[in-house]
């Protein structure tokens, strides 16, 4: 399989900044389980990992903050 170049001539830097991936630290309040993961920034600044929920089943109650 061939990989591509991340950034090729004429593509925008805002372009380029917008398709980074960003490491994420994702802690459950539930159970206090923790997760790593990266994900891909969008356009609006938020940040999907396809993370859906945690071992202890919950969905929705979570502390999640981008790691530098």
Same mark, same amino acid.
């Given at each position: ?24 630290? +994702? ?7 923790? !997760? ?10 938020? +940040?999907?990992?396809? !993370? ?11 502390? +999640?903050?981008?790691?530098?």
């Amino acid at each position: 399989m061939r990989s591509e170049p991340l950034a090729s001539e004429g593509v925008r830097d805002e372009m380029v900044l917008s398709n980074q991936r960003v490491k994420v630290h +994702i802690r459950c309040r539930k159970c206090g389980e923790t !997760f790593i993961l990266r994900g891909v920034r969008d356009s609006n600044g938020h +940040i999907e990992t396809g !993370f859906k929920r945690c071992l202890c089943d919950n969905e929705d109650d979570f502390d +999640i903050e981008p790691l530098h």
